[in-house]
């Protein structure tokens, strides 16, 4: 079991794991239910798993809510980058990629107007990468997983 404690193990475990929700977010919409990813769950891990009591060796990786979608709220689908800039047959095309975020800058950036953010895909990212200030304390979950017994060497 000494595998159990590196990176790759934790990877797999954060793969599935999103396969799982993805999968669950495909039936409750085949359902007419609504879904949304909590990434802010990752914010304060300890103190998740501690109000879950999740078994030792566990964290949550994402939160996931569901339910039935209120019509009068201005909800949206949140723009994506087109096909062509994520779809890449057999080798990666950096220039065909970036060639298309210049346009999905604005799109993503007059959606974000609709709901009281700020900025377009580039300056959200820019300003999440900023430093370890800019992430909610996530550039402690290195540490946080090796207390919670998931070292990930």
Do not use: C
């Amino acid at each position: 079991m000494h595998a159990a404690d590196y990176l790759e193990t934790t990877l797999i475990a954060f793969v599935d794991t999103a396969l799982a929700a993805q999968n669950a977010v495909v039936a409750a919409d085949s359902l007419g239910l609504g879904s949304v990813f909590v990434g802010g769950i990752r914010n304060h891990p300890e103190q998740v798993a501690a109000e879950l009591g999740l078994p030792a060796h566990t964290v949550a990786a994402f939160g996931l809510a569901v339910g039935e979608p209120d019509p009068s709220e201005r909800a949206g689908v949140k723009p994506r980058l087109p096909q062509a800039a994520v779809l890449h047959r057999e080798r990666y095309d950096a220039p065909a990629a970036d060639r298309h975020i210049g346009a999905y800058d604005e799109r993503l950036s007059a959606y974000n107007t609709r709901f009281g953010l700020r900025g377009g895909w580039t300056d959200r990212v820019l300003t999440r990468l900023r430093g370890p200030e800019s992430m909610a304390g996530r550039h402690l979950l290195r540490g946080t997983l090796d207390r919670l017994g998931l070292p990930s060497h």
